[in-house]
């Protein structure tokens, strides 16, 4: 394999495809000086992989991955491991149930729901939540694990939540892309995104939990929930990351096609696939979330929550739901 063109390769697609490159051009400016220096002197598919997640991993996000050929994805980027014990909230149970990652427990007259993650292959789970007690009028969303998944699986928490309020058309993001391939800091227009509720209950009462973890599509989870009438987010900013990645083959006849994530690379003559973010998101103030995450309208540090077997911000949110 001439890594040379895969090196150029890579470099191309990050400068004409990445959508957070307007803000990331210092970033990009060391990648392409390391890949350019130490890619193309290597001598095989396993080191090109270690070279590229050394080099991309200086963007500092977790969307963007190296594919290998068999669609093995290799992440360049780990969240902040600073976040809460699991174990300590659970101790505030008087009981839980676990339905696949989600965690239900109840709290006097309060329904704590702990979501950590939004998987596909969990979608009934989430869908027998939303029957598991409907006229419950307390909630605390816990999101301070939930490093994300399947978007679309939190539009229904969201409705859940928001029921059958007097406004049926409420502000959750804004949404930019890029038009130009050749210039980054040329974008799209803001588009608005917008919740349209769907249940035909009242809308709850609830407090959201978030934190360094919150990422993704759980930050997503947490711009919707704000909609939410009330609703107070309390704890430390998110991870701040979101954009609907996209993977494109690296090399081969097909460099530059988009494939889906199932699909293999090597099914296509390539070895390499590499993922980047399509789009740009921001919160309703029009503020971006990327490498800034969203913050809690009650800041409680994360690496401060917990004291004395006592978790802080669940106890901030049990006072505030009295």
Known sequence: MDFKVLTDNIIDLISKKYSYLCIKQNEFKEIKEGLSKELPNVDSCNSALKILEKYLSVFKDGHINVVDGQSYTHQTFNLNGKNYDNKVADSYLSNIEKIGPINLGNLEDVLYIRFDTFSESQREHFMKL?????????????????????????????????????????????????????????????????????????????????????????????????????????????????????????????????????????????????????????????????????????????????????????????????
């Open 130 to 322: 939303y029957s598991t007690n409907p006229s419950n009028e307390k909630f605390i969303i816990d999101l301070r694990s939930n490093t994300g998944g399947n978007s679309f699986l939190t539009e229904p928490l969201v409705n859940f939540m928001f029921g059958n309020n007097d406004n049926r058309k409420k502000l959750k993001l804004y949404l930019r892309k890029r038009i130009d391939e050749n210039n980054p800091l040329i974008l799209s227009d803001f588009k608005p995104n917008y919740i349209f509720p769907k249940f035909e209950h009242d809308a709850k009462k609830i407090v959201t939990l978030i934190g360094p973890k919150t990422y993704s599509a759980a930050e997503l989870a947490t711009l919707g929930l704000k909609t939410v009438k009330d609703n107070i987010v309390i704890g430390d900013v998110s991870g701040g990351g979101t954009g609907t990645p996209l993977p494109y083959l690296c090399d081969g006849v097909n460099f530059g096609r988009i494939i889906n994530f199932d699909e293999k690379p090597n099914d296509f003559g390539a070895k390499f696939g590499l993922a980047l973010p399509s789009l740009l998101i921001y919160d309703a103030d029009k503020n971006l979330i990327q490498n800034r995450g969203i913050t809690p309208d009650i800041i409680i540090p994360s690496d401060e929550s917990i004291i004395n077997n006592k978790d802080l911000v669940l106890e901030k949110a049990l006072e505030l739901l009295k």
